[in-house]
């Protein structure tokens, strides 16, 4: 008998496993180069998440961002979990984000802990 899967679910679970991968991977550089600090859930000021529309391209909104706002400064892009791209912006680049129809939302940062799994130590 042979399986057969519905591609929507396979492609969503490959969403869920590269955002998974990118989040350990982001949070393990983090960590290396010392840059958390704080309690699970606090905010990290002026840093924040851009989630690009389906069928945008996230490098235009870059492109836009940065002719606008010198303060700019993208510090991650996403391309296998989600179309968008990390980065440290002043409050008024984030309303600017906000009104383009690329941009599905804009979200602040925030502080995420994992704990280690019992038995290791």
């Not at 492109?63 to 989600?82: D, G, N, P, Q």
């Not at 008024?92 to 984000?97: P, S």
């Amino acid at each position: 008998m042979e399986l057969q899967h519905d591609r929507s679910s396979v492609s969503i679970m490959r969403s869920i496993v590269s955002c998974s991968w990118i989040f350990i991977v982001v949070y393990i550089a983090t960590v290396m180069a010392g840059e958390i600090s704080g309690k699970a859930g606090d905010p990290i000021e002026g840093s924040y998440i851009v989630k690009v529309k389906s069928g945008f391209n996230s490098e235009d909104v870059i492109t836009k961002l940065s002719e606008s706002f010198s303060a700019a400064k993208v510090t991650r892009r996403y391309s296998a979990a989600l179309n968008g791209f990390a980065a440290d912006l002043p409050k008024e680049a984030v309303t600017f984000l906000e009104g383009l129809e690329a941009v599905e939302y804009v979200e602040q940062d925030q502080v995420m802990t994992i704990q280690k799994p019992m038995g290791i130590s």
